[in-house]
C-alpha cells in the first residue's frame, strides 16, 4: 500500500468547493461533485423515519437516472423541514442542472447540519456557480474539509492497484464526529473508483464493504436523519471487473479498505474521544447475537465513561453483556479481556488478575475489550469511543 499523504484523483470526478456561507461566513460549506457520463452510482441511506428532504429527493432521482452530479451542503441538515424541505432540495437540484445542462433527476442532494432550519436556499443557490468553477480532479482533500460539521478534520483515504496492465483508483471522503451508530451509514460517505463495474455488482460491493466498516461504528447510539453512502464508479481506467473470481475479490478488497479508513477515521475523531476502543465478541451461536453483545457494550454510558476515567470497572461490562438480551446465557463460561490481560474467567474476576494490569490497559488510547461467550463460532468486532466532557460541551453548544 502507497504511503499517501493527499488523495489519489479518480478519472471522471472532479470536485469543487466554496464558502457560501450556508450557517458561518468564510467557511467550506457548499460542493459539487461532477462524475463522467455513463458512471454507475450505487447509494444507501438512512433508515430514520424522519429522513430529511435531500434523502428523500436523492432516493428518488437515483431510482428515475443516471446521476451526473453530487451536490453537498453543511450547515443545515433540510431536515424536519416539511414540503418546503422538499420544495428546496428539489430547488437546488433545478439550479444545478441549469447551470449545467443536465437535468435535476441527474443530481442528487446531500445536506448535513442543524436539524429542523429552514435551508437558506438563496445563499445555496448563489454558490453554485463558483463551485462549479472551482471543479478540478485533485479536488478531493478541499472537498473532505467542505463536508465537515464538528469534525476536526478531514477524513479521506485511495488505494490504488494494477489490473491487467491498467491502474485501479478507489478514493473516498467521509464526515462524521457525533450522531453515528449504525443503521445504514451513519455518516455522509462519498467513494469513487475508476473501474468499470456492473450496476448490480457495484451495489453488492459496497452493501458488503458496509458491514465491517461503516455499519460497525458507534460514537453515541444515534442514526441521524441525514446518512448517505455513495459508490461511483466511472469506468474511466478501461478496467472492467468481472462478477466472482480473484479480481473481483481484490477490487472489492480495496472498496472495503477505504470504507474501513474512513469508518475508523469517524471513531478517531468521535466528538470529545481520547479513546478508540475496538470490541471484539466471541464464541457467540450467531453474528447477530455477537454485534448485540457488542452494541450493549458500546452504547453504555456508564462503560463509556470509565473509559475515558481510564478506570478498569471491569463490573460495569459484565454488566452490559448481562443485560444484552441473549436467551440462555451460562455465565461461568464467560471470559473478558483487556488487551492481553484477563479480568474475568468463568464468568468472574480471573485469580490472576491485579488492578495495576486493568490500570496499565486502560492507560492506552487504543484497547480492545474482547468478551468470549462460550456457546458457538459466532464473532463480530466493532469501533467505539470514550465519553467525555467535552462530547457534552460540543453537543450542548451546537446551536449557539
Not at 469513487?192 to 448490480?200: G, N, S
Not at 471470559?335 to 485469580?351: K, Q
Not at 461467550?373 to 453548544?397: C, M, P
Amino acid at each position: 500500500m502507497e504511503n499517501l499523504t493527499q488523495p489519489l484523483m479518480v478519472a471522471g470526478i472532479r470536485l469543487g468547493t466554496v464558502c457560501a456561507g450556508i450557517k458561518y461566513p468564510d467557511r467550506r460549506d457548499l460542493v459539487v461533485i461532477e462524475a463522467a457520463a455513463g458512471t454507475r452510482v450505487a447509494a444507501v441511506f438512512t433508515r430514520n423515519a424522519f429522513r430529511a428532504a435531500p434523502v428523500t429527493v436523492a432516493r428518488v432521482h437515483l431510482a428515475a437516472a443516471s446521476p451526473r452530479y453530487l451536490l453537498i451542503n453543511t450547515g443545515n441538515a433540510n431536515a424536519g423541514t416539511g414540503r418546503q424541505g422538499l420544495a428546496d432540495a428539489e430547488a437546488s437540484c433545478q439550479t444545478l442542472a441549469e447551470l449545467t445542462g443536465c437535468t435535476p433527476l441527474e443530481v442528487l442532494p446531500f445536506s448535513t447540519g442543524v436539524i429542523g432550519e429552514p435551508l437558506p436556499l438563496f445563499r445555496l443557490m448563489a454558490g453554485l456557480p463558483a463551485a462549479l468553477a472551482a471543479l478540478q480532479a485533485d479536488g478531493w482533500e478541499e472537498a473532505a474539509h467542505g463536508i465537515m460539521t464538528t469534525d476536526t478534520r478531514p477524513k479521506w483515504a485511495s488505494r490504488r492497484q494494477t489490473r491487467n496492465g491498467r491502474e485501479v483508483t478507489v478514493t473516498g471522503m467521509a464526515k462524521g464526529a457525533g450522531m453515528i451508530r449504525p443503521d445504514m451509514a451513519t455518516m455522509l460517505a462519498f467513494i469513487a473508483t475508476d473501474a468499470e463495474v456492473d450496476q448490480a455488482l457495484l451495489r453488492q460491493v459496497l452493501t458488503e464493504a458496509m458491514a465491517d466498516s461503516f455499519n460497525a461504528i458507534t460514537v453515541d447510539g444515534d442514526t441521524s436523519t441525514n446518512d448517505s453512502c455513495v459508490l461511483l464508479a466511472t469506468g474511466q481506467s478501461g478496467a472492467a471487473i468481472p462478477a466472482g473470481g480473484d479480481e473481483f475479490e481484490q477490487f472489492a478488497g480495496m472498496v472495503r479498505e477505504v470504507c474501513r479508513d474512513l469508518a475508523q477515521a469517524i471513531i478517531r475523531d468521535g466528538e470529545g474521544a481520547t479513546k478508540f476502543i475496538t470490541v471484539q465478541v466471541e464464541g457467540g451461536r450467531d453474528v447477530a447475537e455477537c454485534r448485540q453483545v457488542a452494541y450493549a457494550i458500546a452504547h453504555s454510558p456508564l462503560v463509556k465513561t470509565a473509559f475515558f476515567a481510564s478506570d478498569p470497572n471491569w463490573g460495569r461490562i459484565l454488566a452490559a453483556v448481562g443485560r444484552a438480551g441473549l436467551n440462555e446465557l451460562e455465565i461461568d463460561r464467560v471470559a473478558l479481556h483487556l488487551d492481553e490481560v484477563c479480568i474475568v474467567r468463568e464468568g468472574c474476576r480471573a485469580a490472576d488478575y491485579t488492578e495495576a494490569q486493568g490500570q496499565a490497559v486502560m492507560a492506552r488510547p487504543e484497547i480492545t475489550i474482547r468478551v468470549e461467550l462460550g456457546r458457538g463460532e459466532a464473532t463480530a468486532r466493532i469501533w467505539t469511543t470514550d465519553l467525555s466532557f467535552d462530547y457534552v460541551r460540543i453537543n450542548a453548544e451546537y446551536r449557539t
